[in-house]
């Protein structure tokens, strides 16, 4: 009986995280926490590469550059002593737990074979603190964030929005919760 509830201990303990890879090592990453036996999830997608003559199916990281783990501290660590690992994704300074409904998300939408597109950086919604520049302190919402294209920000102000069109590398400060963390 006892085991039972150290098992079930060592269960309640454990979390998923998400780990920062070096650069396309993703696959590599999951071998050497394979070998560890440190249970990951490394979610992949088929994609079509076309060259002059041929086209070939490559299986390729959906995230590129991370993988997730579901671990307790002491297998966390061990993970972070693995080559390919470079860092876990930390929030407030404490290694970021992510919760189980998200990575059960990411696989459902996975198993549907869909087409997927991965938009990185700034979406349309969020809140930020604009970090340099002539707008610099001002707290806005994103409106639009295209890659390689101007930000474009809302600040609300006497119930109106003044749109600001701020130049691609702009630095801001996602605000969440009074937690700001740098983007660029």
Not at 61 to 80: A, Q
Request: proline share 4%; hydrophobic share 40%; aromatic share 8%.
């Amino acid at each position: 009986m006892s085991g039972q509830i150290t098992k079930h201990a060592d269960m309640a303990e454990k979390f998923w995280f998400a780990l920062y890879t070096k650069p396309r090592n993703e696959f590599k990453a999951a071998k050497q926490l394979e070998a560890v036996d440190v249970e990951y999830y490394l979610p992949t997608i088929v994609k079509i590469s076309q060259w002059s003559d041929r086209k070939k199916k490559i299986n390729e990281p959906l995230l590129r550059g991370y993988i997730f783990i579901f671990s307790n501290e002491k297998e966390r660590i061990l993970s972070l002593e693995q080559q390919a690992i470079v860092r876990c994704i930390c929030q407030r300074g404490r290694p970021a737990r992510i919760p189980e409904w998200q990575i059960d998300n990411l696989k459902k939408m996975l198993q549907t074979n869909a087409e997927f597109h991965i938009k990185e950086g700034l979406i349309p919604g969020v809140k930020v603190k604009i970090k340099d520049g002539p707008f610099q302190g001002v707290i806005g919402i994103v409106q639009e964030a295209e890659v390689g294209k101007a930000i474009v920000v809302s600040i609300d102000l006497l119930n109106r929005s003044v749109i600001a069109h701020l130049p691609k590398g702009s630095l801001f400060e996602i605000v969440r919760d009074k937690q700001l963390d740098l983007v660029s």
